[in-house]
Antibody, heavy 124, light 112 residues
């Protein structure tokens, strides 16, 4: 079964750095885009960015560009989302999700599966 | 404010049908057949239930169906069941952002 397994919940103070992870299994990690989505408490979903682990091609939503860094280590089938200086407003659940492919192998515009989510709490 | 507009909440009784709308623009929903819907139960990750406007992934109940007219996409759930109570999020491809997808604000479905 194709799975994305994310790292565990984190509690951090404002100003601290953080890197959370998303490990893919049971598929060829390097040939599928991985996206990150934020869900703030009681709110909807927001696209943050996406990476192609095969060549590390990365795109960001304008709202998140410069605020986070998305990366991947294809040797261990893992994507990352990191912050250099957290703010209280970064408190949210973060999901990684795999972009689908057509039967012809082309990337499509739907995402499945999703990781289980990582809760990040930033509080002094 | 989300790029796509969904009602905050809808409700229905078991056995009834409900429809959740998702309104965008000609740069997203109206311009492409790339609308997807995700179901999210409390405390769980979202799950894909409709892709490319009206297609269901393997394993998703046929009670879920999707459609589109102009700039508005719709998710219909027929024969409502208690287990359908969840949040539903629409998403669309968009040409108006450097990251080519947008979400709606999500709709809370309550089964009365």
């Amino acid at each position: 079964e194709v799975q994305l397994v994310q790292s565990g919940a984190e509690v951090k103070k404002p100003g601290e750095s953080l890197k959370i992870s998303c490990e893919g299994s049971e598929y060829t990690f390097t040939t599928y885009w991985i996206a990150w989505v934020r869900q703030m408490p009681g709110k909807g979903l927001e696209w943050m960015g996406i990476i192609y682990p095969g060549d590390s091609d990365t795109r960001y939503s304008p709202s998140f560009k410069g605020q986070v860094t998305i990366s991947a280590d294809k040797s261990i089938s893992t994507a990352y989302l990191q912050w250099s200086s957290l703010k209280a407003s970064d408190t949210a659940i973060y999901y990684c999700l795999r972009r689908g492919k057509s039967s012809g192998g082309y990337p499509v515009n739907w995402f499945d599966p999703w990781g289980q989510g990582t809760l990040v709490t930033v509080s002094s | 404010q989300s790029a796509l507009t969904q009602p905050a909440s809808v409700s229905g009784s078991p056995g009834q049908s409900i429809t959740i709308s998702c309104t965008g623009t000609s740069s997203d929903i109206g311009g492409y057949n790339y609308v997807s819907w995700y179901q999210q139960h409390p405390g769980k990750a979202p799950k894909l239930i409709i892709y490319d406007v009206s297609n269901r992934p393997s394993g998703v109940s046929s009670r879920f169906s999707g459609s589109k007219s102009g700039n508005t996409a719709s998710l219909t759930i027929s024969g409502l069941q208690a287990e359908d109570e969840a949040d539903y999020h629409c998403s669309s491809y968009t040409s108006s952002s450097t990251l080519n997808w947008v979400f709606g604000g999500g709709t809370k479905l309550t089964v009365l």
